[in-house]
């Protein structure tokens, strides 16, 4: 038998390349682990009823409050000290949208993926 517990969020692992700036001002990728929450369809009601409040608003949702919650970690990445990163929406902010979209897709490809032909 499977004890379940509701209380405990399921985290997954997906991967995505992530673009910086090397120490020589040269743009380099690299592949990072993304680890994140897996959504609980009460998660998903409580999503899709703050992006309708915020679509029937006029307003955005934005992608840094979506993945400051949606994000564990990024074990990968370090701050220049070489500490993890605390995972926030500002760090999404300051972040290059490129990566940030990057994340994102990766995710939604992890929990969406397409259907393989049979071989």
Known sequence: MIKLDTAKRNVRETKCDYIYTDADNVEQTAEIRVRYFSLTVRE???????????????????????????IESLPDLGDTDGKPFTISVELFDLMDLRNVEAMQKAISEDTSPKEQPSK
Not at 44 to 63: H, I, M, P, T, Y
């Open 44 to 70: 998903l009601k409580e999503f899709q009823a703050r992006q309708d409040a915020a679509d029937k608003a006029g307003e955005k949702v934005w992608s840094s409050d979506v993945l400051s919650e949606r």
